[in-house]
């Protein structure tokens, strides 16, 4: 059992061909390329490089190139689910394409370029479909892409516990995350997902001048500097280092990828007492 959201994609008016990358070019919709294309007819550097483009385009998009008459085969294109039009560039350079956007239907379809520009019910859509054996059952290069862009957890609890109330479940719900529901015999597995939030890359750079100054300082006249010991002044209570390990583990700063099982410890030895009896 799947919880789903339903998200439509929209269309994104302010990008230009020459700003789509591989990455943002899922963020676009058929429409969206060919206004694009149109509105490129005229810039030589685009038309100078075409196929550069095209490619990028490719990478998310089904594109074909009509080269009989388009009235003739517009309509069949079309119950296909595919946008047809005509671009023409100056100077008698025209084409014809049919255009649809490729479907994320199976975990092969997912990318690093794409894996962020799905939702999470989305991403439990795809998942339920190719599922059987749970989350272990993916190939780890699957697991590594969907990691790039989502945050995952699961726990494997017998059916009658899964929803109990106050447990990991309901909090994850609660936080936002979808959940996909695998059935194992009488216990179930859950796997939580929520979209990573975007993380600004910070890159420490040195500009031309900062680097002079600093290749100068080598060259110039050396400057004498005072060192302040500000060790020798701390009392001891200062040098105590607090042990990490007196921290309490908790199921919020513990691994997620993990079988978290019941918060019940009387529920956990009655599973035991269950599982031995079996």
Do not use: C
């Amino acid at each position: 059992m799947a919880r789903t959201k339903q998200q439509q994609p929209e269309s994104n008016p302010s990008l230009s061909i020459k700003a789509v990358t591989k990455s943002s070019v899922w963020d676009i919709q058929e429409n969206d390329v060919l206004r694009m294309w149109e509105a490129a007819t005229k810039d030589a550097e685009v038309k100078e490089n075409i196929q550069h483009y095209l490619d990028i385009f490719k990478s998310a998009f089904f594109i074909e190139e009509i080269k009989e008459d388009i009235l003739l085969v517009k309509k069949s294109y079309e119950k296909r689910g595919y946008k047809v039009a005509q671009i023409k560039f100056e100077e008698g350079m025209k084409f014809a394409w049919a255009i649809k956007k490729r479907p994320i239907m199976r975990v092969t379809d997912l990318t690093y370029e794409n894996i962020r520009h799905i939702s999470a019910a989305k991403l439990v859509e795809v998942l339920d479909r190719n599922f059987g054996g749970g989350w272990d059952s993916l190939p780890q290069s699957i697991q590594d892409i969907i990691l790039s862009g989502f945050d995952i957890s699961t726990t494997t609890l017998p059916k009658d516990r899964l929803h109990k109330k106050g447990g990991m479940y309901e909090k994850k719900v609660e936080d936002g995350f979808d959940v996909l529901e695998v059935e194992k015999g009488g216990w179930v597995e859950a796997i939580f997902a929520k979209l990573k939030p975007e993380q600004e890359k910070i890159r420490m750079q040195f500009s031309e001048k900062n680097r002079d100054e600093a290749e100068g300082e080598t060259e110039g006249e050396e400057e004498d500097y005072e060192v302040e010991d500000n060790y020798s002044s701390h009392d001891e209570e200062d040098n105590e280092v607090e042990d990490p390990n007196d921290d309490e583990i908790t199921e919020d700063n513990y691994s997620t990828m993990m079988d978290l099982g019941s918060e019940d410890p009387e529920d956990e030895a009655a599973n035991m007492i269950d599982f031995v009896d079996e």
